[in-house]
């Protein structure tokens, strides 16, 4: 029964994770993307943290490196990243589909940048090759115009690479610093400083909540990008990590963009195209090599192949 519940929750979460995208595609119709992002982790920190300070004795951080971890958090994952990927989200050329597809470089990205804050573990010639067919699938995604590097959304698509790519460092940073903060409070802390960075940061781009015309629509997009996405599921995440191993928890980043692709399709009439399942596939075999042993040795523990 326990893999069956692992199961459900796995495909809760990546179809939960997959279809934020055009959550937020929906949602940019009305929000300024930064501020967009902005409210929805005011929203989102505040039941984190909520949560945080019912399930733990003591929620607060103590100590510079407890607080350093939760600096990176807020500049790293939560602002640079998610700003970063509503400014790219905003380009009419990105659809759900490829903004996760493109997301689903960060696992690559992790193992890349981990080499470098931890310089005896170097990269085997196939990780190398993996690392590569990561990068190339996102090439791929972008689909270059060498007569215009910023025509067809180009220049969108490199702002999710880069999200992706600050979301991965501060992942690695946030292990390379190896506090005991426990992660409910750290998500916590995370969120609401992250929210008053991208707060400062609309300010100075001139985005305003005067100018947004409120829908059912966009009210939907940010309850199902406030509660469902950020605060359900990163609590499935962190089930989900402890019963699973980062390395089967990462493939929701390979599972995601079928729903991201399909709720696009149902709800944006989105369209994929051979660029974005190309790009993908390209991804994936990245991941696969570069995680090629522990895969292995988590198919043995499964039985499978045996």
Do not use: C
């Not at 929906?26 to 005011?42: E, H, K, M, T």
């Not at 990927?85 to 890349?112: K, M, Q, W, Y």
């Not at 390379?176 to 960075?197: C, R, V």
Request: charged letters at 15%; aromatic letters at 10%.
């Amino acid at each position: 029964m326990s893999r069956y519940r692992n199961l459900a929750l796995f495909l809760t979460l990546a179809a939960i994770w997959g279809s934020a995208f055009m959550a937020i595609k929906a949602g940019l119709a009305v929000f300024p993307p930064v501020l967009f992002a902005a409210i929805r982790y005011d929203i989102a920190g505040v039941l984190m943290l909520g949560y945080a300070w019912w399930v733990l004795d003591d929620p607060i951080p103590r100590g510079r490196d407890q607080w350093a971890s939760v600096a990176v958090g807020a500049v790293l994952v939560i602002a640079a990243y998610h700003a970063l990927l509503f400014v790219g989200e905003a380009d009419d050329a990105v659809t759900s589909a490829s903004a996760s597809v493109l997301v689903g470089l960060s696992p690559i990205l992790t193992t890349g940048f981990a080499r470098l804050f931890v310089p005896q573990e170097r990269l085997e010639p196939a990780g190398f090759v993996g690392l590569l067919l990561g990068l190339a699938g996102a090439v791929v995604i972008a689909d270059p115009d060498p007569a215009n590097l910023l025509a067809g959304g180009m220049g969108a698509k490199l702002l999710i690479v880069a999200a992706a790519a600050s979301f991965a460092l501060g992942s690695v940073l946030t292990r390379w610093l190896d506090t005991e903060l426990p992660i409910e409070a750290m998500e916590g802390w995370s969120m609401l400083l992250g929210a008053l960075l991208m707060h400062v940061v609309s300010a100075g781009l001139g985005e305003s909540f005067a100018a947004v015309e409120l829908n059912l629509l966009a009210v939907l997009s940010m309850g199902y990008l406030s509660i469902l996405a950020s605060a359900v599921g990163f609590l499935i995440y962190f089930d989900l990590l402890d019963r699973l191993g980062p390395i089967e928890i990462n493939l929701v980043s390979y599972v995601a963009p079928v729903f991201a692709a399909l709720s696009g399709w149902l709800v944006l009439d989105e369209v994929v195209t051979v660029e974005t399942v190309a790009g993908f596939l390209l991804i994936l075999a990245g991941f696969a090599l570069l995680k090629r042993r522990q895969i292995a040795a988590e198919l043995d523990r499964v039985g499978v192949g045996s």
